[in-house]
């Protein structure tokens, strides 16, 4: 991609990477080996023993916890959560490194929108969305789960600057497109809104607007040339942006994803257009997402079972069936319900499911997959900084030489301890979306944890030279199909299947407003509820799915 940067090619890098021979640490949060273990299992393999509860989950990802809430919010109390990993949570999942709680995964979740109705009385439970004077409140009593400042910096020509569009040393003309950019955006969201969730805007079962189509049908690249956007300032910040919540840049990410990414939430603000603006509220802990991800698996229904990998979905005369490995024990266990919750991406649901309906065979073909990598580093003390913006809690580098690379989060900046901000240790948790590279994926299998650290420790130490010597520790968590890509034509095709699902029931808020829900994905006895049915992989898609899936399997 043609970029400017400001450190030399990635070769030439990786030739003066820092040496790290005392540096720990390998592989953690992710058991690949038991997804391989699942696919390669031997169908027909007879269970040990059978189970029998009234609705069970597939998946204990966002979707699934919200299911297993929304269950219990309807009054059944009868229920089974499978998981495959050690912990739910799925792309939420929390860790520690040295006792430092981090992410493994998502670390923030923006205010939610009018439109996310399902995730604002889900924070409201959690104690975080109040009404105070007549005006909805965030981020608890004292607001100390919202990000404190300062939020974003980036590092540019040498030094660190506040927020991540490039500003500083930029021309007129590169301003100028920022604010033809700006317009455009504001100008399409008039014509056809973009909600988040998306899904609420395919309700009342009517299809996407004419302009929506026509954005899904092109990349965001080509979007951007036909309106002659072509600064390359510009381009590096959206290509940032779609890495950052879909896992692959610009040039495969579908025009109406590129401009969701800002006209569902917070729009675009050139420099100078949104003075006196109120910056847009984050949500975020030490241990990112993990946080909302472990209080909603304490408030659902039923029996939480981790390590247990799905075998088979089947329906049966009177309900269905689930076949599933208990991986601690070997055996196969057998549950029998009158539903089945089907929280698992797409490509697993189309081989889990016997037989698997049409349209999830089809997601599986259609849909691309972005692997991703997080490697958390524990810093002994505070590192030194290159001039320029404080320290942050998103510290991006401009035309990161590591591929996919979107920079690191300090998972020390919420602490309350002024003392501990300054002089404690911490953990950075540094992200690499792969969905550009063709052999991502076999690289995340393949290559050792050695290879992800050399590239990482040697980008980061650009702007932090005593780098090397003040980490000690840095763990690695792979995710070879991390979260769906909205390629061009993705969202015509979801909204398609959307359009032949019955009508959602509605539902009462904790403000006694009533909403409706929206369909879900299914048949008779299988209900599916995953973010891979919105096309791209964000909270607010995956638990609104999710809660609507556990109502209906109520129902």
């Known amino acids: ?86 912990e739910p949570g799925g792309n939420s999942r929390a860790g520690s490194v040295g006792g430092i709680a981090c992410p493994l995964g998502a670390h923030y979740l923006p205010v939610p929108g009018d439109h996310a109705g399902e995730v604002q009385d889900l924070l409201e439970e959690l104690g975080l969305r109040r009404r105070v004077a007549g005006r909805w409140q965030y981020g608890g ?33 590169t301003l100028a497109q920022y604010r033809r950019f700006s317009r455009r955006v504001d100008e399409l969201a008039r014509v056809a809104p973009f909600t988040m969730p998306a899904l609420k805007a395919w309700m009342p079962n009517r299809p996407p607007a004419p302009i929506h189509q026509a954005l899904d049908a092109i ?75 472990r209080r909603l698996a304490a408030l659902g229904a039923g029996q939480v079972r981790c390590g247990t990998g799905v075998l088979r979905i089947a329906e049966t005369r009177h309900g269905v069936e689930v076949d599933a490995l208990d991986h601690a024990s070997g055996r196969i266990e057998r549950w029998q319900a009158d539903r089945c919750i089907v929280a698992l991406p797409a490509f697993v649901a189309a081989r889990v499911v016997q037989p698997a309906p049409a349209f999830v065979q089809e997601a599986a073909r259609r849909l691309q997959w972005a692997p991703w990598l997080v490697a958390n580093l524990r810093i002994g003390v505070p ?15 401009y035309s990161d030489p590591v591929p996919g690379g979107l920079g690191y989060v300090d998972a020390g900046h919420q602490r309350l301890d002024p003392g501990a901000l300054l002089a404690g240790p911490t953990v950075l948790s540094y ?35 005593d780098l090397v010597g003040r980490a000690t520790r840095m763990q690695v968590t792979r995710y070879g199909h991390a979260m769906s890509i909205p390629v061009p034509g ?12 019955p009508p959602g029931k509605r539902w009462q808020l904790s403000n006694g ?43």
């Open 1 to 86: 991609m043609d970029r400017r940067t400001f450190l030399a090619a990635p070769l030439a890098l990786a030739g003066c990477a820092p040496q790290t021979p005392g540096l720990e640490g390998g592989f953690t949060g992710i058991a690949m080996d038991r997804g391989h273990a699942l696919r390669d299992r031997l169908e027909g393999a007879a269970p040990a023993v059978t189970h029998r509860t009234r609705v069970v989950i597939a998946g204990g990802g966002i979707a699934g916890l919200a299911a297993a809430r929304a269950l219990r919010l309807a009054g059944v109390h009868d229920g089974v959560l499978l998981e495959l990993e050690d």
């Open 141 to 173: 009593d004292d607001g100390r789960h919202l990000c404190h400042s300062p939020q974003e910096r980036l590092f540019l020509h040498g030094h660190w600057q506040e927020g991540l569009l490039p500003v500083q040393g930029v021309g007129e003309s």
């Open 219 to 293: 990349t965001l690249d080509d979007w951007l040339a036909r309106e002659g956007l072509d600064d390359a300032y510009l381009r590096w910040y959206l290509d940032y942006c779609c890495r950052d919540d879909y896992g692959a840049g610009s040039a495969r990410v579908c025009a109406w994803a590129g401009i969701h990414y800002f006209a569902s939430r917070h729009g675009f603000h050139a420099p100078g257009d949104d003075e006196g603006a109120e910056r847009e509220g984050v949500l975020t802990w030490p241990e990112g997402n993990g946080w909302l991800a």
């Open 383 to 397: 590192l030194a900084d290159r001039e320029g913006a404080a320290p942050a809690w998103d510290n991006v580098l």
């Open 431 to 465: 992200y690499q979306a792969l969905g550009d590279l063709p052999d991502g994926r076999a690289q995340l299998a393949e290559r050792p944890w050695t290879h992800w650290r050399d590239a990482i420790l040697a980008a980061l130490a650009v702007p932090h030279p």
């Open 490 to 501: 993705t969202l015509g095709f979801l909204s398609k299947i959307g359009l032949q699902c």
């Open 513 to 555: 407003e009533r909403v409706p829900l929206p369909p879900t994905p299914g048949t008779a006895r299988l209900l599916f509820a995953h973010a891979d049915w919105s096309g791209y992989s964000v909270f607010e898609e995956a638990f609104t799915r999710g809660h609507a899936a556990g109502l209906a399997a109520a129902g």
